[in-house]
């Protein structure tokens, strides 16, 4: 089966500017997450999806960061405005039952 | 609130060598635990994961784990490990019966000298 699919695999961006990343999850999952991994460190969750309502977010940045679930389906994660401290891989994951599947991961970099 | 304790950050073992990385984690009960494995520009691979029943967990690529409850300990082993197992290791806990909400460790760095 296909797997978790994110873009773009990089990207660029000032400080201040808005960015935002796309993931298709494994088909017929109904969890999506999204994680943030910053450099030398382990993955932290941002927010949870159960098929296209908000399970937690506790961890996310909410004066900057959002997240969607459209139809259940895809998720876009936009940050807006970036900070230098954003600078990390987005991880996307999906899962049914108790195991995730991940994406490759968009690298950001705020310079 | 739980945490997970990666004690190595860095660890280096020569090929053919065998192999220990420490992880120990706080939670109010036994959580779900598990091993993931990130090569570089690469997501995150499941090694093994231990949910109940025998403590000792077999994985992929001739990777297994023990689950010690009285030591709150979930280490990764290897007895010979390849110079393609160079990567980062995470290990992380769930919460039961929703274990996909993972709360990841810092990673252990695993150097293979040939």
């Known amino acids: 089966e296909a797997g978790v699919a994110q873009s773009p695999r990089y990207k660029i961006i000032e400080k201040r500017q808005s960015v935002a990343f796309w993931c298709n999850p494994i088909s017929g999952h109904a969890t999506l997450y999204w994680y943030q991994q910053i450099l030398g460190q382990g993955p932290k969750l941002l927010i949870q999806?159960?098929?296209?309502?908000?399970?937690?977010d506790s961890q996310l940045p909410k004066d900057r960061f959002s997240a969607e679930r459209l139809k259940g389906v895809d998720s876009t994660l936009k940050i807006q405005p970036a900070k230098l401290e954003d600078s990390a891989v987005y991880l996307c994951?999906?899962?049914?039952?108790?195991?995730?599947?991940f994406g490759q991961g968009t690298r950001l970099t705020v310079v | 609130a739980q945490s997970v304790t990666q004690p190595d950050i860095h660890i280096t073992v020569s090929e053919g060598a065998s192999l220990e990385l420490r992880c120990n984690y706080s939670?109010?009960?036994?959580?779900?635990l598990f091993w993931y494995v990130q090569s570089p520009g690469q997501g995150l691979q499941l090694l093994l994961k231990?949910?109940?029943?025998?403590?000792l967990v077999q994985g992929i690529k001739g990777f297994e784990a023990e689950f010690k409850r009285s030591q709150s300990s979930f280490n990764l082993r290897k007895p010979s490990v390849h110079w393609s197992d160079a990567a980062e290791y995470f290990c992380a806990v769930g919460p039961p019966r929703a274990g996909n909400m993972l709360t990841f460790g810092g990673g252990t760095r695993l150097m293979v000298k040939p």
């Open positions: 231990y949910f109940s029943g025998d403590t």
């Open positions: 939670y109010g009960a036994t959580p779900y």
């Open positions: 999806f159960q098929n296209n309502g908000v399970v937690d």
């Open positions: 994951a999906s899962g049914r039952g108790t195991e995730a599947f």
